[in-house]
């Protein structure tokens, strides 16, 4: 069972399908690679903490559409702790099973579709989500056909994030707000007026 680290602003309900999800999590990766085995003793932390910095940043209920949704960040989070209803769009089949059994698990509005990014055909949503996925330039790629014109997106990103905005600016207009993360080193990207150069 794992223990959830104190999270503040959280609901005790919140924190117990956020627990649901961490258990479920640690169970599926000993058998598929949802998150590195040496990420397991550190998930609070590294990924639930690092997705729960989006919450303050999506209205409650928003409809979110997330790329690569891979073991479930931010997508699942979101889902959990700010109502969301997200659409998981996740190319690998055993990866898309156990993002269909969270969601079951922990109750949450959540559908997934089995399908690899550059083949879907969604109608745009408020918000687009991605962590750890690809660089800037591809994620707008994906992102223009899937945000609705007054939405935005929030991309996790490393270190890295204003060497992938320069070079994405060569081929993108956008309104970028870059916010520091918690997580050292990091920042979140919030774009909008996504559109080509």
């Known amino acids: 069972m794992h223990k959830a680290a104190s999270l503040p602003d959280v609901s005790r309900e919140t924190q117990e399908r956020l627990t649901c999800f961490a258990d479920l999590l640690t169970r599926w990766t000993a058998k598929i690679n949802l998150i590195s085995p040496g990420d397991v003793p550190h998930l609070w932390e590294r990924h639930i903490n690092d997705s729960l910095q989006l919450v303050p940043l999506v209205q409650p ?13 931010p997508a699942l989070i979101l889902a959990i702790a700010a109502d969301a209803d997200v659409t998981m769009v996740e190319s690998d089949r055993r990866k898309a099973a156990f993002l269909r059994e969270a969601s079951r698990a922990t109750g949450c509005r959540a559908h997934v579709i089995n399908q690899r990014i550059e083949s879907v055909d969604l109608p745009p949503a ?32 490393g270190q890295h994030a204003a060497d992938e905005l320069t070079d994405a600016e060569r081929d993108w207009h956008m309104t970028v707000t870059q916010i520091p993360s918690r997580t050292a080193g990091g920042s979140i990207l919030k774009i909008s007026d996504i559109r080509r150069v």
């Open 61 to 73: 209920g928003t409809r979110i559409i997330d790329l690569g949704s891979g073991g479930g960040f």
């Open 126 to 157: 408020p918000v687009v989500t991605a962590r750890a996925l690809a660089n800037l330039s591809k994620l707008l790629t994906w992102t223009e056909k899937l945000v609705t014109p007054d939405g935005y997106a929030l991309f996790l990103k």
